[in-house]
């Protein structure tokens, strides 16, 4: 049995093996064994099978086909490919004189005929051009000019070459690559992201023909938890793309903007106008130029004080509340001395004044003695505060009792009290209040080393 007639055939068969299978059956007629061929995809990848070491072939030259049998069970998942793989030469010839039969010219025929539909097969899975375009071929670029590039179309339909290895169609490549076009994101909440596995170098770089001049960079300090890390820095660069240094450094954890290099911000000579404004040096100097300083200063215009009277006892009062104030306590004086002096036995001879503003309508005076005193025992004495008028005249004492039984040397000893002189008008210069003491014995000096007195006087 020969085969003459080749019906219509794709010439292909694909099996999908479930695991286990040997037998494929070949359902078109061929002539040899070698006329078929096996592909089989496995794990990823694609094999050739090798007749006689991988498979058998049976049916060859039967109208009806027949089949190839695997030498090893196919395994799940196995793809194999059969394929009509007729050779596409003419082998043998008839000679002159030779008898033509119709079975040699059936076979021959046959044979072209399943080499055309091998062509039909391999021409369906090529790319061809629609059935409407203009007539003419689609010629590739030169294999200099599309090595390493893709295959693209220019606007009329051309083929070009184009992109990097990793950038189809001119894209940018996503292991790097330069535009020489704008890049615009145009979304809703549009985000363009730098990420990296770790802390490391994340950076947006300005550049002049390539040359480095300023990059805004996240710093690849460690992240150690509580938002730390990461830190935020604008940098600068010289002519020759050399890093001079950051200007500034964003702290992630608490958003505070730090400047590092030796040069303070410039503001806009502008004054400020909300509570919070950061303003100018000059604005500041301006305005301390309207202030009294605290250590002394001389005012050019009246002190307005707020309406209201004083509350504490070292609150400024305006005008108005001092005038409010009754007639006969208008202003208060008050002297303080401080000394040392002696008591010696006897009658008082060391004595300190202390002189009375003049023309005060009430006098009101405290005092007290602080004595610090060295050697002497069992001493007593009096101590006496006095009144005196412009004519050194006495006009009222006050005397304290010095009670030291037990002195020691360094004792600190304290007498005093307050002492009061109510309604005693002192309507001349020269009156004074006279401290002075004496002892009443002579056992041993007594010298009182710190003495401090005061006197109050409200003048009308």
């Not at 307005?304 to 070292?314: D, E, I, K, N, Y």
């Not at 004792?411 to 005693?424: A, D, M, R």
Request: aromatic residues 6%.
């Amino acid at each position: 049995m020969t085969i003459s007639l080749v019906p219509h055939d794709s010439r292909q068969r694909r099996f999908q093996m479930t695991g286990g299978e040997t037998v494929l059956p070949v359902t078109f007629p061929f002539f040899a064994a070698a006329d078929l061929l096996l592909l089989r995809h496995r794990g990823g990848s694609t094999a050739t099978l090798l007749l006689g070491a991988d498979y058998t072939v049976t049916g060859a030259g039967n109208p009806a086909g027949g089949a190839a049998t695997l030498t090893a069970p196919a395994q799940a998942g196995d793809l194999v490919v059969l394929l009509s793989a007729q050779p596409d030469a003419r082998a043998t010839g008839w000679a002159d004189g030779q008898a033509l039969t119709a079975a040699a010219l059936n076979a021959e025929f046959a044979r072209k005929w399943i080499g055309m539909q091998q062509m039909r097969r391999d021409l369906d899975r090529s790319v061809r051009l629609p059935a409407i375009d203009p007539p003419g071929g689609l010629e590739l670029p030169a294999a200099a000019s599309r090595a390493n590039r893709f295959l693209g179309f220019d606007g009329s339909g051309n083929a070009l070459a184009m992109g990097a290895p990793d950038a189809p169609l001119g894209a940018v490549a996503r292991t790097g690559d330069t535009m020489t076009g704008d890049l615009t994101i145009s979304k809703s909440n549009a985000i363009m992201g730098l990420s990296s596995p770790t802390p490391s170098v994340r950076a947006v770089r300005w550049r002049t023909n390539g040359v480095e001049r300023w990059g805004l960079t996240a710093y690849p300090t460690a992240e150690t938890g509580g938002n730390v890390g990461s830190e935020l820095h604008l940098e600068r660069y010289n002519d020759h793309g050399v890093f001079l240094g950051s200007i500034f450094q964003v702290n992630r954890a608490d958003g505070r903007l730090t400047f590092l290099e030796n040069a303070l911000p410039r503001l806009p000579g502008i004054d400020p106008t909300d509570p919070n404004d950061v303003t100018r040096r000059a604005y500041v100097d301006a305005q301390r130029d309207t202030r009294i300083a605290r250590t002394g200063d001389v005012m050019t215009g009246n002190l307005v004080l707020p309406a209201g009277g004083p509350v504490g006892s070292t609150d400024a009062a305006h005008r108005a509340y001092v005038d409010a104030i009754p007639a006969g306590k208008t202003s208060v004086h008050r002297n303080t001395w401080n000394g040392i002096f002696d008591l010696l036995p006897g009658t008082p001879t060391t004595f300190f004044d202390i002189l009375l503003p003049a023309n005060t309508a009430h006098v009101i005076g405290s005092g007290f003695v602080r004595m610090t005193h060295t050697g002497g025992t069992d001493v007593v004495g009096i101590f006496s505060v006095n009144l005196l008028n412009e004519a050194l005249t006495q006009v009222t004492q006050h005397n304290f009792a010095i009670l030291a039984s037990t002195s020691l040397t360094g004792i600190y000893v304290q007498t005093g009290g307050h002492v009061g002189f109510n309604n005693i008008p002192v309507n001349n210069n020269g009156w004074r209040l006279r401290f002075t003491g004496h002892k009443d014995n002579s056992s041993g000096p007594f010298n009182v080393n710190d003495y401090q007195a005061s006197i109050l006087c409200v003048q009308r």
